[in-house]
Nanobody, 123 residues
Framework: QVELKESGGGLVQAGGSLRLSCSASGRTFNGMGWFRQAPGKEREFVAAFRWTTNTKYYADELKGRFIVSRDNAKDTVYLEMNSLRPEDTAIYFC??????????????????WGQGTQVIVSS
């Protein structure tokens, strides 16, 4: 089991930026993803990074505003969120696993999940 710990959430005004961090420890994995869940909605894919293929993935509607990156030495993945909008308000979760191309954007591609960090964007 991989242990994941998110940080960096908070309250921000619309148009602002936040950077989320997810540190990992434990078993090996080859990819990490970010998902979010707003009240009353299903958990949805945000971004992911597979380092075996050095490939980044983004939800189409977030590409250009959100950037995923990784610090190899720290086993930490970051999610930089820019031009935030009220509709970005959600709990953001990081996940780790061994996703393949067909599962990297789906929750089933990941076996370990963090507790989540709240992001609130005020208008």
């Amino acid at each position: 089991q991989v242990e994941l710990k998110e940080s960096g959430g908070g309250l921000v005004q619309a148009g602002g930026s936040l950077r989320l961090s997810c540190s990992a420890s434990g078993r090996t994995f080859n990819g990490m993803g970010w998902f979010r869940q707003a009240p009353g909605k299903e958990r949805e894919f945000v971004a992911a990074f597979r380092w075996t293929t050095n490939t980044k993935y983004y939800a189409d509607e977030l590409k250009g505003r959100f950037i995923v990156s990784r610090d190899n030495a720290k086993d930490t993945v970051y999610l930089e969120m820019n031009s935030l909008r009220p509709e970005d308000t959600a709990i953001y979760f990081c996940a780790a696993g061994r996703p393949i191309t067909s599962t990297v954007r789906r929750t089933i591609g990941y076996t370990s999940w963090g507790q989540g960090t709240q992001v609130i964007v005020s208008s």
